[in-house]
Nanobody
Framework: QVQLLESGGGSVQTGGSLRLSCAASGSTGSMAWFRQYPGKEREGVAGMYTYGDVGPTYADSVKGRFNISQDNGKNTLYLQMNSLKPEDTAMYYC??????????????????WGQGTQVTVSS
């Protein structure tokens, strides 16, 4: 069982930046960030394998603006969000899997979820 604890959400103006953190209590094979708009399904934002030399995967909507990274020594996943837009406003969730799925942005691939952290971008 892996427990995930997110932090770093908040409110920012358009063009601003935020960094989300996700501390994991156990070992993982892959981790990702998802977001959810009210009344919509959770969608993948960025994902990466915990170990190995395969690069991360990003949703088209955040490529060039968001960067996912990890500190394996601290068992922590990060999401650096730059050039934020109002459409980035959502609840953001950290997810983890003990495996290395071929599709890092598929919600069904993940077994463990954090409680979510709200990101609000005002125009």
């Amino acid at each position: 069982q892996v427990q995930l604890l997110e932090s770093g959400g908040g409110s920012v103006q358009t063009g601003g930046s935020l960094r989300l953190s996700c501390a994991a209590s156990g070992s993982t094979g892959s981790m990702a960030w998802f977001r959810q708009y009210p009344g919509k399904e959770r969608e993948g934002v960025a994902g990466m394998y915990t170990y190995g030399d395969v690069g991360p995967t990003y949703a088209d909507s955040v490529k060039g603006r968001f960067n996912i990274s990890q500190d394996n020594g601290k068992n922590t996943l990060y999401l650096q969000m730059n050039s934020l837009k109002p459409e980035d406003t959502a609840m953001y969730y950290c997810a983890a899997s003990p495996f290395r799925p071929t599709s890092l942005l598929r919600r069904a691939m993940y077994d463990y979820w954090g409680q979510g952290t709200q990101v609000t971008v005002s125009s």
